[in-house]
C-alpha cells in the first residue's frame, strides 16, 4: 500500500504553528492509522526549501504522496475539509492495519 | 538639480540615466518607493534596470521578487537591453524570489494563514546575496493570488517593514487603470506612501508619450511634474 507523504511548512515554532501540527497530528492518528509519513519544515530554518517548492503562505501541508500533489493553506483546524482538500475518505478498514498509538 | 538641501534622508543613486536628476540624487535611501503605473508603463523594465544598474555601476547586489512574470521570461525578455540576469544569478549578484502563479490545481484554504513564508524567501534572497536593492514587480498580482486582500495587504505591509530593518533600498511596483486617476488599484498606496512614482504611457496626438513624475518623496526633495523617457535597448 501506499503510504501518504505530508509535508507541512511553518513559519518558527509559534502557537499557531504549534496548533496546526496538533491539528495535523489528530488527523492523521484518527482517519489513517500509520498509513503516513510527515515531515515539518521551518521556513525561517530552511527558507530554501520554502523556495524551492515555491511555499508562499504558511501553513501549508503538501500532499507529495500519493499523486495527484495537493496543497492546503491554513491550520487545519476543519478535518473533513482537509480530508476532502487531501483526496481522502476517513477509511476504517485503515484501522486495520494500525492503531495501535 | 543639486542634491543637497534636503531632509534627514539620504538617496541612493539608482544609476539609471536621467531618474537621478529629477530625483535630485537617487531614491530614498533604506525606505521603499511605489511605481505606479498602467499596463505597458515599463513598470517591470524600470524595476529590473533598477537592480542591474546597481550591480554593474556600483557593485551593489539585488533580489528581484516577482508575483507576475517567470524569472525565465524576465531573464529572456531583458536580454534585448543587454541586461545579463542569468549571468548575475550565477555570480550571486542576483536572487529571484519566484513567487509568481504556478501552472497548478488551486490551493485549498481552510483555516488562518499569513505568508511569512514568502518573507522568510525574501529574506533569505537578501541575505543569500547580500542585497542592498530589492525590486517587488507587481503587488496587484499577488493579490490574484489569494482571496484574502487584507491578509495580502498587511503582509506586504509587513515585508515593507522587514526591508526598511535590513536597511534595503527597495521598490515595489503596482498598477493602475488610468495615467490620471487613483494612484494604484487594492489601495497598496496606504501601506507604501511615502515615496510615490508614476510612470505613464499616454496617448498624445495619436503618439505615444511616455513621462515619469515623482509624485512625493517623504522628507526629501524632488523636481515636480512629468518628464518625457523612452525605452530604449541597450
Same mark, same amino acid.
Given at each position: 500500500m501506499n503510504k501518504l507523504r505530508l509535508t507541512l511548512y511553518i513559519t518558527g515554532h509559534t502557537p499557531k504553528s504549534e496548533r496546526t501540527i496538533a491539528n495535523l497530528r489528530r488527523i492523521c492518528k484518527g482517519e489513517l492509522g500509520e498509513k503516513y509519513e510527515m515531515v515539518i519544515v521551518d521556513v525561517l530554518e530552511q527558507p530554501q526549501l520554502a523556495e524551492e517548492h515555491k511555499i508562499l503562505a504558511t501553513p501549508t501541508l503538501i500532499k =507529495?504522496? +500519493? +499523486?495527484p500533489l495537493r496543497r492546503l493553506i491554513g491550520d487545519l483546524s476543519h478535518t473533513e475539509q482537509i480530508l476532502l482538500g487531501l483526496d481522502?475518505? +476517513?477509511? +476504517? =478498514?485503515?484501522n486495520d492495519t494500525g492503531d495501535r498509538q | 538639480m543639486n542634491g543637497n538641501a534636503d531632509g534627514g534622508i539620504e538617496k541612493l543613486e539608482t544609476g539609471i540615466p536621467g531618474f537621478d536628476s529629477i530625483a535630485n540624487g537617487g531614491l530614498p535611501k533604506g525606505r521603499t518607493t511605489l511605481v505606479s503605473g498602467t499596463a505597458g508603463s515599463a513598470k517591470t523594465v524600470f524595476a529590473v534596470q533598477y537592480l542591474a544598474a546597481g550591480i554593474t555601476r556600483f557593485g551593489e547586489n539585488g533580489a528581484f521578487v516577482t508575483f507576475e512574470e517567470s524569472p525565465e521570461d524576465i531573464s529572456r525578455n531583458m536580454m /534585448? $537591453? &543587454?541586461?545579463?540576469i542569468r549571468k548575475w544569478e550565477s555570480e550571486d549578484r542576483w536572487a529571484f524570489v519566484d513567487a509568481s502563479p504556478q501552472p497548478r490545481e488551486e490551493d485549498l484554504v481552510s483555516g488562518s494563514y499569513d505568508l511569512g513564508a514568502l518573507l522568510a524567501r525574501i529574506e533569505y534572497a537578501v541575505r543569500r546575496v547580500d542585497a542592498r536593492r530589492v525590486a517587488v514587480d507587481s503587488l496587484g498580482a499577488i493579490f490574484m493570488q489569494f482571496a484574502e486582500p487584507s491578509i495580502v495587504r498587511s503582509e506586504l505591509f509587513r515585508i515593507g517593514t522587514a526591508l526598511k530593518h535590513m536597511g534595503i533600498t527597495a521598490i515595489m511596483t503596482s498598477e493602475r487603470?488610468?495615467?490620471? /486617476?487613483?494612484?494604484?488599484? $487594492? &489601495?497598496?498606496?496606504? $501601506?507604501?506612501?511615502d515615496n510615490v512614482i508614476l510612470l505613464r504611457n499616454s496617448l498624445e496626438m495619436e503618439k505615444r508619450r511616455r513621462t515619469m513624475e515623482i509624485l512625493k518623496f517623504r522628507g526629501t526633495s524632488h523636481q515636480k511634474g512629468e518628464f518625457p523617457f523612452t525605452v530604449a535597448s541597450g
Open positions: =507529495e504522496l +500519493p +499523486p481522502l475518505q +476517513p477509511f +476504517p =478498514e485503515c | /534585448g $537591453f &543587454g541586461w545579463e487603470t488610468d495615467d490620471y /486617476g487613483e494612484i494604484s488599484r $487594492f &489601495g497598496v498606496e496606504e $501601506f507604501v506612501s
